[in-house]
DNA sequence: TGTCAACTGTCAGAGGCTGTCACTAGCCTC
DNA sequence: GAGGCTAGTGACAGCCTCTGACAGTTGACA
């Protein structure tokens, strides 16, 4: 911390960002109004939009830390790996370090909280989509750099990181409606999902009484 | 058309209809208000929201149309084929049929430059991600019951229809941007991208002709 | 033709967001 | 350490989307 002026910037956007997380959560995003945070806060509506482009932005504050923290995990696997494994150890990585990087900002507890807000809220799920859309566009290049090819004219880069992102979500879809909120279970879930995408693709379902339902069972991976 | 009363209404949304649609492609989304789409219209605003529930639904009113021709496409698949071969017969068909489920609504031209606006537009592209992801909720469904799983159980029906979709999307992202935008660019681009998801994501891009890593390599059918 | 229901316009207002302007408080220099 | 400078803020006005309420108009139908 520096100067003085700036502690006082950071109480006042640390008290927004949290009293807007906290009143989102609890009575819901559609049901808060920027005056009701500002008031909070005890700050002018006007200040608000200081801080944060609008509701949405401060909504999707912490999401964005997680989106850097991923993309940072993709651009330091070692190139000798092939773009899939790349990406499942980036997002195990991620999950495994992610707590400690949010807590300094706001609880995790209140984190985990605001996630399945925006899972919940359809105008924030689609934002969300979008974000990761553009995450998704950002580490296509980061995989093309690796393998040394051109993003505009192979399109193998953003198909593999489509394909990827696509089983991803819905593994953080069920985490998100589960029961077991914790970064265990979306851990395992991510594991299991990935693990069933060969099957899943691979032919007819119904055919062969060897596997009826190969499906569910998440097997704790290492 | 029945009554006069009726055809009197059919004639205000349409005007409306097409007057939003020519006003956003050609001056953007943003750019355009609701008032200066009424004053066109010559209605009052209030008309405008009891026939569109926003700006928003107003520029989805084509792309609607599509979602549920691509539905029910997929709801017709004969139940013998596999489910990633009824996903991708059912867009190709989509395709070579839409034009003229869309003729009788508005110009298939204005459609088009309608599909690249919402593109372009965060706002519009966003929304446009999410109604994708409820379409294929509604698809997942589809595919459980032809296969007869349970899709809260087995997480297979989401996958196949999420990895899928994230092809698709690849597919009309490069679409979208490109200078071939017509429909018969848009059925070359769908086959071939499907047809390289497998090579994509099977192992090393760099090794010539071997695969190191057949892991989660999905054969993809005809 | 008169009644009813549907459709519309007008008005008022909430809520998100932006521009402007003046004022205060921290910072920095002399 | 006094005064100038500037970042940060509040107050105000205004635009735009969207909704509710109420009244007027116009087609439907007996």
Avoid: C
């Avoid at 109004?33 to 608000?48: C, H, K, L, P």
């Avoid at 190139?79 to 999950?95: C, G, I, N, Q, Y």
């Avoid at 807000?117 to 990761?132: C, D, G, K, S, V």
Wanted: proline share 6%; glycine share 4%; aromatic share 8%.
């Amino acid at each position: 911390m520096e100067t003085l002026r700036e502690r006082k910037k950071q109480r006042t956007r640390d008290a927004l960002l949290r009293t807007a997380l906290e009143l989102f959560v609890t009575q819901g995003y559609e049901h808060t109004t920027v005056d009701e945070i500002a008031a909070r806060v005890d700050v002018s509506q006007r200040t608000f939009f200081r801080y944060f482009a609008g509701k949405e932005d401060a909504a999707f504050f912490v999401p964005r830390l997680t989106e850097e923290h991923y993309v940072e995990a993709v651009r330091r696997r070692p190139p000798e790996e092939t773009p899939l494994d790349a990406l499942r150890r980036s997002v195990m990585d991620s999950w495994d370090t992610i707590e400690q990087a949010i807590e300094s900002y706001v609880p995790v507890e209140l984190f985990l909280r605001t996630y399945k807000m925006i899972e919940a809220t359809p105008a924030l799920f689609a934002a969300r989509l979008r974000r990761q859309a553009e995450t998704e566009e950002e580490i296509a290049r980061i995989i093309a750099e690796r393998e040394g090819v051109d993003p505009d004219t192979d399109p193998r880069p953003r198909l593999v990181v489509a394909v990827f992102g696509a089983v991803i979500r819905v593994a953080e879809r069920h985490w998100s409606v589960g029961e077991d909120f914790s970064t265990t279970a979306i851990r395992e879930l991510t594991a299991s999902y990935l693990d069933q995408v060969g099957p899943a693709l691979a032919g007819n379902w119904r055919a062969g009484g060897t596997r009826p339902h190969p499906a569910a069972a998440p097997s704790t991976p290492a």
